[in-house]
């Protein structure tokens, strides 16, 4: 008997460790050193004794084993074929440049182009420079590193593929980690294959908080819209405390003045590459609409008011945050805040000068990334809130589409549930003393119903709310305006915050079965709006319904099974949350 459960917990522990190795992303070597630790278990547990000290034995083997095969770090390449056919030499500004085919031969990637000197040394925490030029042909084969972040343990990251996004696949092919650095100030771009001419630009800046996320992933994959003639580039930003760090001596050595917004001001000099560099990609820099998700849609909310991006684009999509409320929920907080947090910073890090504090790695500086991620008014790149910049008609778009999601809360307190006990008080944190109000609307008499409310009116306050302020200042400034309102479910995120943008994007993969023909149907819809948005600077189309400016702000076009005009949900709510900030209806000024 005990022989028996000892063989049953080694089987059980093996089952276990090629999860792990899988899970990980353990290299082949992992494997075969597995199999080998496998087969030697079996041939000495029938020659011994001692079952105990094998198991021991072979654990401490198997650890080894996870440490010599550990993936390595590498670069993701620009396309899913193997040996990908290479594009014809491009000569851009900086110089001769040469990109891949996709499988289909139907779009060119040009992928980890540099659009800034690397931000490293006395680099760090200044102003992006120009970028070096360059006379042998760059290979545009694959992504650039991500910017500098932290990092998990690629376990971590197979865990939130199955429990998040329900779509992990076992492969050989992806046993490696994703590289990361400083010298990170590189971009991609997607266009149709050919000599296309005059041809639309999106730019799009990826969301993370301003502290993670890198500007290639299958949601906003350019392929897609490079087959519908639209020329698409993907940006890398300095973020954390790389890109927001904000301090009065870096004040004193800026010949603008500035800290604080360097992963913005790395925005605007990837804009102004487009500008000079476009063209030979075949596309029309004098048609060019940004777009982001979460902190990248924050990033174009402070881009659209920013001096200096000032003729660098024409229109905005902003999916999921928006810097338009009085009090921006996050991504942003005025300079005396982060100014007032580099004292504590540098007296943390044991450091009394810039030069100290450049020379320290910047895994010893990552960590501050969890409070230094977000934009300031630091007089150069925002002279001042967004909110105000509107409200005197500052701004640069011609037209703006935007929205949310149904369920824009549920990645942020997935673990962090309401109960009826505590309700209240959490209420109270963001409603002061509108929380009696707040509890005449969304009341609640057991924890299901307490954990419900919550989770829309955080969605409310941290997303939907700063949208319906955008929708009201587009309006006082004649801009035409189209708001959507994302609800779909489906095997996946479904509409989480980010569930959207495979749709948008047109990036639902073949074969899937999270998503089916209606998931399908309704990313044909969204994609179409969205080309037509990008094209013309208005989503209509003759294959879809129309989708009428938001002329109101009550009105939104929601998505889901049906493609529908609905309502906004949360009007009440938002007429406290004025009172509360102090909002003065621009329409009616």
Same mark, same amino acid.
């Given at each position: 008997?005990? %022989?028996?459960?000892?063989?049953?917990?080694?089987?059980?522990?093996?089952?276990?460790?090629?999860?792990?190795?899988?899970?990980?992303?353990? +290299?082949?070597?992992?494997?075969?050193?597995?199999?080998?630790?496998?087969?030697?278990?079996?041939?000495?547990?029938?020659?011994?004794?001692?079952?105990?000290?094998?198991?021991?034995?072979?654990?401490?083997?198997?650890?080894?084993?996870?440490?010599?095969?550990?993936?390595?770090?590498?670069?993701?390449?620009?396309?899913?074929?193997?040996?990908?056919?290479?594009?014809?030499?491009?000569?851009?500004?900086?110089?001769?440049?040469?990109?891949?085919?996709?499988?289909?031969?139907?779009?060119? !990637?040009?992928?980890?182009?540099?659009?800034?000197?690397?931000?490293?040394?006395?680099?760090?925490?200044?102003?992006?420079?120009? *970028?070096?030029?360059?006379?042998?042909?760059?290979?545009?084969?694959?992504? #650039?590193?991500?910017?500098?972040?932290? @990092?998990?343990?690629?376990?971590? =990251?197979?865990?939130?593929?199955?429990?998040?996004?329900?779509?992990? @696949?076992?492969?050989?092919?992806?046993?490696?980690?994703?590289?990361?650095?400083?010298?990170?100030?590189?971009? $991609?771009?997607?266009?149709?294959?050919?000599?296309?001419?005059?041809?639309? !630009?999106?730019?799009?800046?990826? /969301?993370? +908080?301003?502290?993670? /996320?890198?500007?290639?992933?299958?949601?906003?994959?350019?392929?897609?819209?490079?087959?519908?003639?639209?020329?698409?580039?993907?940006?890398?930003?300095?973020? /954390?405390?790389?890109?927001?760090?904000?301090?009065? =001596?870096?004040?004193?050595?800026?010949?603008?003045?500035? +800290?604080?917004?360097?992963?913005?001001?790395?925005?605007?000099?990837?804009?102004?590459?487009?500008?000079?560099?476009?063209?030979?990609?075949?596309?029309?820099?004098?048609?060019?609409?940004?777009?982001?998700?979460?902190?990248? &849609?924050?990033?174009?909310?402070?881009?659209?008011?920013?001096?200096? #991006?000032?003729?660098?684009?024409?229109?905005?999509?902003?999916?999921?945050? +928006?810097?338009?409320?009085?009090?921006?929920?996050?991504?942003?907080?005025?300079?005396?805040?982060?100014?007032?947090?580099?004292?504590?910073?540098?007296?943390?890090?044991?450091?009394?000068?810039?030069?100290?504090?450049? =020379?320290?790695?910047?895994?010893?500086?990552?960590?501050?990334?969890?409070?230094?991620?977000?934009?300031?008014?630091?007089?150069?790149?925002?002279?001042?809130?967004?909110?105000? &910049?509107?409200?005197?008609?500052?701004?640069?778009?011609?037209?703006?589409?935007?929205?949310?999601?149904?369920?824009?809360?549920?990645?942020?307190?997935?673990?962090?549930?309401?109960?009826?006990?505590?309700?209240?008080?959490?209420?109270?944190?963001?409603?002061?003393?509108?929380?009696?109000?707040?509890?005449?609307?969304?009341?609640?008499?057991?924890?299901?119903? #307490?954990?419900? $409310?919550?989770?829309?009116?955080?969605?409310?306050?941290?997303?939907?709310?700063?949208?319906?302020?955008?929708?009201?200042?587009?309006? %006082? $400034?004649?801009?035409?305006?189209?708001?959507?309102?994302?609800?779909?479910?489906?095997?996946?995120?479904?509409?989480?915050?980010?569930?959207?943008?495979?749709?948008?994007?047109?990036?639902?993969?073949? /074969? !899937?079965?999270?998503?089916?023909?209606?998931?399908?149907?309704?990313?044909?819809?969204?994609?179409?709006?969205?080309?037509?948005?990008?094209?013309?600077?208005?989503? =209509?189309?003759?294959?879809?319904?129309?989708?009428?400016?938001?002329?109101?702000? %009550?009105?939104?076009?929601?998505?889901?099974?049906?493609?529908?005009?609905?309502?906004?949900?949360?009007?009440?709510?938002?007429?406290?949350?004025?009172?509360?900030?102090?909002?003065?209806? *621009?329409?009616?000024?």
């Amino acid at each position: 008997m005990k %022989k028996f459960f000892l063989i049953t917990i080694e089987i059980l522990l093996f089952i276990l460790e090629a999860i792990f190795l899988e899970l990980n992303k353990n +290299t082949i070597i992992g494997w075969i050193l597995f199999v080998a630790l496998i087969g030697s278990f079996i041939y000495f547990s029938t020659k011994s004794d001692h079952k105990i000290l094998l198991i021991l034995s072979s654990i401490v083997i198997y650890l080894l084993i996870v440490f010599i095969s550990f993936p390595p770090y590498k670069n993701v390449p620009a396309v899913k074929n193997t040996n990908p056919d290479k594009t014809e030499v491009l000569n851009i500004k900086n110089g001769p440049i040469q990109g891949v085919f996709n499988e289909d031969h139907s779009v060119e !990637v040009y992928a980890g182009i540099p659009y800034a000197k690397p931000p490293v040394g006395d680099l760090r925490w200044k102003e992006p420079q120009e *970028p070096e030029n360059w006379n042998e042909v760059l290979v545009a084969d694959h992504f #650039a590193p991500m910017s500098y972040q932290a @990092q998990n343990l690629p376990v971590y =990251n197979s865990l939130v593929r199955i429990i998040g996004f329900h779509d992990y @696949q076992i492969s050989l092919k992806d046993n490696y980690r994703e590289k990361m650095s400083e010298d990170s100030l590189y971009l $991609n771009v997607f266009k149709p294959s050919g000599n296309k001419k005059d041809l639309p !630009v999106l730019v799009f800046i990826h /969301g993370g +908080t301003l502290k993670s /996320g890198q500007s290639y992933t299958k949601d906003y994959n350019g392929e897609q819209m490079a087959r519908q003639d639209i020329i698409m580039v993907t940006i890398t930003y300095r973020l /954390g405390i790389f890109g927001y760090y904000a301090d009065e =001596n870096l004040i004193k050595e800026s010949p603008n003045n500035t +800290t604080g917004n360097y992963g913005l001001l790395d925005q605007i000099k990837a804009l102004e590459w487009v500008q000079n560099n476009i063209e030979y990609f075949g596309g029309d820099k004098n048609n060019v609409t940004i777009a982001g998700e979460s902190a990248g &849609s924050a990033s174009v909310s402070a881009l659209c008011v920013s001096p200096l #991006a000032e003729g660098l684009f024409n229109k905005a999509i902003m999916e999921s945050s +928006t810097l338009a409320s009085i009090t921006p929920p996050h991504s942003y907080r005025d300079l005396s805040v982060s100014l007032n947090r580099c004292e504590k910073i540098r007296n943390e890090l044991g450091v009394s000068d810039l030069q100290e504090l450049r =020379n320290i790695p910047a895994k010893d500086l990552v960590k501050y990334s969890e409070t230094e991620h977000y934009m300031v008014n630091d007089g150069y790149a925002l002279k001042e809130a967004p909110y105000n &910049s509107y409200m005197k008609g500052i701004h640069h778009e011609t037209a703006i589409l935007h929205g949310y999601n149904s369920e824009e809360s549920a990645p942020f307190i997935m673990f962090d549930h309401a109960k009826l006990n505590d309700y209240e008080n959490r209420i109270r944190y963001y409603f002061e003393d509108y929380t009696d109000e707040v509890l005449k609307i969304y009341p609640a008499e057991n924890d299901q119903e #307490a954990d419900q $409310n919550w989770a829309e009116i955080y969605g409310a306050v941290f997303f939907s709310y700063p949208h319906y302020c955008l929708n009201r200042l587009a309006l %006082k $400034n004649n801009i035409p305006v189209y708001e959507y309102f994302f609800s779909r479910h489906n095997g996946s995120l479904g509409p989480w915050h980010s569930g959207e943008m495979i749709y948008a994007y047109h990036n639902i993969p073949d /074969g !899937v079965k999270i998503y089916d023909d209606t998931d399908r149907k309704l990313s044909d819809q969204m994609f179409k709006y969205w080309v037509s948005f990008i094209r013309n600077g208005n989503p =209509n189309n003759s294959e879809n319904i129309n989708w009428p400016i938001n002329a109101d702000s %009550k009105t939104l076009l929601q998505f889901d099974e049906k493609v529908a005009l609905t309502d906004e949900r949360s009007l009440k709510l938002y007429e406290i949350m004025d009172e509360l900030y102090g909002w003065k209806d *621009p329409v009616q000024e």
